[in-house]
């Protein structure tokens, strides 16, 4: 959602309506101590109100021309860094790093076409975020904070929920953007909190890992997802050690049910 105008091909829709923008601001649980990093600043709308509030911000804009109008407008205020990339290839922790910080707030105006990349870059950077609130598309958003049983209930759950608290704020319409979108847009927010905080970073993967086989297609039951990886008695028996029926789908099961679940299959194959 933050791109040039003139650039519909990063998906980049500005936030116009002053009273979204600083319902945004408000909601952000920002302290004056934080390192916050912006992505997809667009024309600063935003990022001129948040370095009041916070001790540093760097924004990273992947538009060139975009990058260059906000370093021309905040030439000379220390507080803020404008970093012409792409977040895909930032490095948080480096930031982090050099502003004498272990942790960053993350807020962002997400692209749609990109969403869920970003999202991953973002959860497998979780170390360095203390906290993240995220604009995106409100059918992602429902995908984030869904619960087991649900349509929108999916790996995208999965991640989000593994390692953070998510939950909406509220949703905003497509005229509050210039151009305007063809869908809603949500504010999500983020509690950076480890639902499995014995698990170290390797078997968090794993376990990520694990839930892309469960949830590979979702039309199929558990089982024959997990028969593309896993022999088939090592797959019943643990759906039957975990007292899950053969015929359950992926989406019907909590957090709690799917780590039980790939713990199980993993012992068997130690």
């Not at 538009?63 to 490095?91: C, M, T, V, W, Y």
């Not at 905003?172 to 847009?185: D, K, L, R, T, W």
Request: net charge positive; aromatic share 8%; charged share 25%.
């Amino acid at each position: 959602m933050s791109s040039s105008l003139r650039r519909p091909k990063l998906g980049q829709h500005f936030l116009r309506d002053p009273r979204y923008v600083r319902k945004i601001v408000d909601a952000l649980s920002v302290q004056p101590e934080d390192l916050l990093i912006e992505i997809g600043p667009g024309r600063g709308e935003i990022t001129r109100i948040l370095a009041s509030k916070v001790h540093a911000l760097t924004a990273i804009e992947i538009d060139p021309s975009l990058a260059a109008l906000l370093r021309q407008e905040f030439h000379g205020n220390p507080k803020i860094e404008i970093f012409e990339g792409d977040i895909l290839k930032a490095d948080l922790g480096e930031i982090c790093e050099r502003h004498k910080r272990e942790h960053c707030y993350v807020f962002g105006n997400l692209p749609y076409y990109i969403t869920s990349p970003i999202l991953h870059r973002l959860f497998a950077a979780r170390a360095h975020i203390r906290h993240m609130t995220v604009l995106v598309q409100r059918e992602v958003a429902e995908r984030i904070t869904s619960e087991p049983g649900l349509r929108n209930y999916g790996y995208l759950s999965v991640l989000a929920q593994c390692f953070s608290q998510p939950h909406i704020v509220f949703e905003i319409p497509p005229g509050a953007f210039a151009p305007p979108p063809e869908v809603y847009s949500a504010l999500v927010d983020c509690r950076m909190v480890s639902r499995f905080p014995r698990w170290n970073d390797p078997s968090c993967t794993a376990f990520l890992s694990f839930a892309r086989i469960c949830f590979a297609q979702k039309r199929k039951n558990l089982l024959n997802n997990l028969l593309a990886t896993y022999p088939q008695r090592q797959a019943r028996q643990a759906l039957e050690e975990s007292g899950l029926k053969t015929n359950i789908r992926a989406e019907q099961l909590t957090l709690e049910q799917l780590a039980n679940l790939f713990e199980r299959l993993r012992l068997y194959n130690l």
